[in-house]
């Protein structure tokens, strides 16, 4: 008959070889998971640990993705992810695929608003759902729009709400609004604190007195764009709707062009032709009807997306009349 002792000493071995066991499957399946085959020598602990960690950093990497993209609030804006050519330090795996990025210069690429990590051939298949990450998106001016909503998970560029929100507190009666100039220098002052500061920016009267210094920030950023309100794809079919005579099909044509355009684009533009509308009904005022309105905004909401100087200039016409009516118009188009 076994003493007790002898019995659980028994009992203690079972338990060692048990969880010797469980280590070893787990082991195979971070081996499998780095795309390494498990022999009967094992890899060295020296080499293991780091392996290990380096396994589970990238399983911990694709967990935030799929989460990100169940659980994301805000507007659901699709968006393509900005790829850049990009060298890593140390190993990385590719966030699509999770096979290891081998090399050691220009491995992969890497998502310039988002942060992603993929190999360049798993760039194509990678989902539109970039979801810009603030740390990446350094800059408010000159910045894709969609880009700036997603990383301030907002429904149009803080830079047009906050100085809407300022000239229509203060300078709807205006003379001249949108048409006189504000002082370069302060336009540019304007500019980099939003860029530094973002919403913090101060462009109250106190800040700046003249009213013509925040509307002259509000265009800036509007020509700054990269892909302008009425982006370069949608472009033509706005022109075109602009050539029809007959009122009722001009105007249909105008709501099948708008919805060609992004979510945060057409939402922005929106907002921007309530207020240019809100502008006009001061006329008596500030002296800006729609048409004048339409003079100042169509080369910055829509420019050709070809370079050719001819079309461009002949175009000018049109650009002018699409904005015009979208102003006139915004109730019953948007």
Same mark, same amino acid.
């Given at each position: 008959m076994p003493s007790r002792e002898a019995y659980e000493g028994q009992k203690g071995d079972k338990s060692l070889v048990q969880k010797g066991k469980r280590e070893a499957n787990q082991e195979e399946i971070l081996a499998a998971a780095l795309g390494m085959r498990m022999g009967p020598q094992k890899p060295p602990a020296t080499l293991w640990q780091p392996l290990k960690l380096f396994a589970y950093s990238q399983l911990t990497s694709l967990v935030r993705r799929a989460t990100l993209k169940e659980n994301a609030a805000g507007p659901k804006y699709d968006k393509v992810h900005n790829f850049k050519v990009h060298t890593f330090r140390g190993p990385h795996w590719c966030e699509h695929c999770a096979n290891f990025m081998w090399g050691l210069v220009a491995q992969g690429v890497k998502c310039a608003d988002c942060g992603i990590n993929v190999h360049k051939q798993c760039s194509a298949a990678v989902p539109n759902d970039c979801k810009p990450n603030l740390k990446h998106v350094r800059k408010v001016y000159s910045c894709d729009l969609t880009t700036l909503v997603k990383a301030h998970n907002t429904t149009r560029p803080m830079v047009v709400d906050m100085c809407i929100r300022e000239i229509e507190s203060r300078g709807l009666k205006s003379e001249g609004l949108y048409r006189i100039s504000g002082f370069s220098d302060s336009v540019e002052e304007v500019k980099m604190a939003f860029d530094k500061d973002g919403e913090k920016t101060d462009i109250s009267g106190d800040a700046y007195e003249d009213i013509n210094i925040i509307t002259g920030a509000l265009k800036l950023y509007l020509r700054d764009l990269p892909v302008p309100i009425i982006s370069y794809d949608a472009y033509p079919h706005f022109i075109e709707a602009a050539k029809i005579d007959e009122p009722e099909k001009r105007l249909e044509a105008l709501r099948e062009a708008i919805a060609l355009l992004a979510p945060s684009h057409s939402?922005?533009?929106? /907002?921007?032709? #309530?207020?240019?509308?809100?502008v006009a009904l001061h006329e008596e005022h500030n002296l800006m009807n729609a048409e004048n309105l339409a003079i100042i905004f169509g080369p910055t909401l829509m420019q050709a997306p070809d370079m050719d100087a001819m079309k461009a200039l002949n175009d000018i016409? /049109?650009?002018?009349? #699409? #904005?015009?009516?979208?102003?006139k118009k915004e109730d019953v188009l948007f």
């Open positions: 939402e922005t533009l929106q /907002y921007l032709m #309530v207020h240019l509308k809100r016409r /049109y650009q002018r009349q #699409v #904005v015009e009516l979208l102003i």
